[in-house]
T-cell receptor
Framework: NAGVTQTPKFQVLKTGQSMTLQCAQD?????MSWYRQDPGMGLRLIHY???????DQGEVPNGYNVSRSTTEDFPLRLLSAAPSQTSVYFC?????????????FGEGSRLTVL | AQSVTQLGSHVSVSEGALVLLRCNYS??????LFWYVQYPNQGLQLLLK??????LVKGINGFEAEFKKSETSFHLTKPSAHMSDAAEYFC?????????????FGSGTRLSIRP
């Protein structure tokens, strides 16, 4: 039972570099999302998608891009990394209409930008 | 608009003692309320949820929470703490039948257990 799988688990970048955080789920969930977790701030929504081909911005979208070409995958792209993007990133999925409000989370990707 | 406030960023209890983690919410509509737990180096997982049925909700690992509308609270309790309960706990709120993108998380409470 894989659930939500995130890669990589750890990454160190230099300012200005780009990278993609991968997220895949095998539960056929329509809804997928990316959060960042910072100390004392809880989880903040970056981008989300309600189905293939549909994405929207969350609370803190600046500096991040997403796309949703398949139901299973929802990658998060950092185009030009900044130290302020040092954080732990979580991908989460949900099935609208079932288990309302229950998000299934990946194990997280810890990103450090120097 | 909805919001959630967790009182106390860090709570420390002795093994075997009562665990009480506080959560107060604000919502313009009858809310759905959740507690999530995050063990070290892991993602969040649902502990329990209130979706307008019974006001006392039982979750996994012996935790329970009571929805009190008059106090706008949804505190999490466990009668006897175990070392394995050490984790960070997040309270969350949403409106019924709304998109998961509308779930609002609190800032979290780290629970430590003293031997």
């Amino acid at each position: 039972n894989a659930g939500v799988t995130q890669t990589p688990k750890f990454q160190v970048l230099k300012t200005g570099q780009s990278m993609t955080l991968q997220c895949a789920q095998d539960m056929n969930h329509e809804y997928m999302s990316w959060y960042r977790q910072d100390p004392g701030m809880g989880l903040r929504l970056i981008h989300y998608s309600v189905g293939a081909g549909i994405t929207d911005q969350g609370e803190v979208p600046n500096g991040y891009n997403v796309s949703r070409s398949t139901t299973e995958d929802f990658p998060l792209r950092l185009l030009s990394a900044a130290p302020s993007q040092t954080s732990v990133y979580f991908c989460a999925s949900s099935s609208p209409g079932k288990n309302t409000g229950e998000l299934f989370f990946g194990e997280g990707s810890r990103l450090t930008v120097l | 608009a909805q919001s959630v406030t967790q009182l106390g960023s860090h709570v420390s209890v002795s093994e075997g003692a009562l665990v009480l983690l506080r959560c107060n919410y604000s919502s313009s509509v009858p809310p759905y309320l959740f507690w999530y737990v995050q063990y070290p180096n892991q993602g969040l997982q649902l502990l329990l949820k209130y979706t307008s049925a019974a006001t006392l909700v039982k979750g996994i690992n012996g935790f329970e929470a009571e929805f009190k509308k008059s106090e706008t609270s949804f505190h999490l309790t466990k009668p006897s703490a175990h070392m394995s309960d050490a984790a960070e706990y997040f309270c969350a709120v949403s409106a019924p039948y709304s998109s998961a993108s509308k779930i609002i998380f609190g800032s979290g409470t780290r629970l430590s257990i003293r031997p």
